[in-house]
């Protein structure tokens, strides 16, 4: 039933997309809820490099992306860098059952939104989606869906960003 959901969510996303954020644009502003209750907004995160991801644990591409993004965080968390990982999963059990059969723990921010507020202000037309914004909350790259041949394109733009 999640999937169905999921699939009419995108489907229905795409068909009445008119002017999503485009690349060189501020990215609209969000607020959500952590995994751990913490209130946060999207302008906390100002002056640093940010990779935006929604995804869902019903998605497959999402669930080869979420190793690659701890990898990532790994790497580059203790620079200017922050994940804010938005999952729209309409039940918190279904992301915490995922996220406890990866082989490390997420350490990066997870926002919780079960109601779909958050995609429609990007108009996301697949899953994953992953934003790229530079340290002024400018939209820098865009990536729908997940390859491994993706990870050296994220490495590429993030160090990037980080020079600037």
């Keep these: 039933m999640n999937r169905i959901f999921g699939i009419l969510l995108i489907f229905t996303l795409a068909v009445f997309a008119a002017d999503a954020p485009q690349i060189g644009q501020a990215a ?6 952590a995994l751990d209750g913490k209130k946060i907004e999207l302008s906390d995160f100002k002056g640093k490099v940010v990779l935006i991801d929604f995804w869902a644990s019903w ?68 899953m994953p989606s992953s934003i790229l914004l530079d340290k002024e909350g400018i939209i820098r790259f865009w990536h729908t869906g997940f390859k491994e041949s993706n990870k050296e394109d994220y490495v590429s733009e993030i160090d990037g960003l980080l020079k600037e």
């Design 28 to 33: 609209p502003l969000f607020q959500g809820t």
């Design 59 to 126: 998605c497959g591409p999402c669930r080869q992306e979420m190793p690659f993004l701890i990898e990532l965080y790994r790497r580059y968390g203790k620079s200017p860098f922050e994940i804010v990982a938005v999952n729209i999963d309409d039940k918190l059990e279904n992301a915490k059952r995922f996220m406890g059969q990866l082989p490390e723990e997420i350490s990066f921010t997870i926002v919780q939104d079960p109601k779909q507020q958050i995609p429609p202000k990007y108009e996301i037309k697949g």
